[in-house]
């Protein structure tokens, strides 16, 4: 519970704006550190997706905790690490084609044609990596970092890396903070702004799988 707290503490502070330098170290020992190559990551927030009305995956949104933000639009735009990962939780099996084309759908509701377009070859590159199947007890991880782009993972396995993609990963990351995300529930859990009982209610489930 007092890990919980801690990073819903500081999160409340960083969506705020304001320093959580006094908080970080005060709790150093508390927080687990996640890590993109030289950038410590932070996370901001934790949602619960359901597909046909169950559970189907946790997500975690973490950002290099030196970035300075103050909106959703900022999360998706800035030029900073970050890392989005998703813990399945469903027994539904789907297959890797499937989640492609559910990702590829989102993309295409949540960003407007022109960036579409620009981005196309990189979007059905990041796409054809999903070709496994996809099961419960599954992590799929996507990370930014300026030093390599976008790299993309199932369960620590780097399934495919795309350079100089900063535009692909904000396609990506609008999926979930854009204007139709799966549901306002889950954009609101990845910025940190639901109920605290919620919110680590989520963080702890995420945190024993």
Sequence with gaps: MKNSLTVLMIVSCLLSGISVQSAETENQNILKEIKILDRPLIPTGYGLTK???KDYYLGQL???????YRTPEDLVFIDAAKRMEFKFVSDRKMSGRTFGRQLA???KINNDSKTLKESMVKIKKFISFFKRNIKKGDVIRFDYHGDFGTRVYLNKRLLGEISYSLDLYRCVISIWLGERPPSAKFKSGLL?????????ELQQRYESI
Excluded: P
């Design 105 to 107: 759908e989102s993309m």
């Design 192 to 200: 940190g702004q639901n109920g605290d009982e919620y919110a680590i």
């Design 62 to 68: 973490s950002i290099d905790k030196s970035a300075i």
């Design 51 to 53: 597909l046909l009305k």
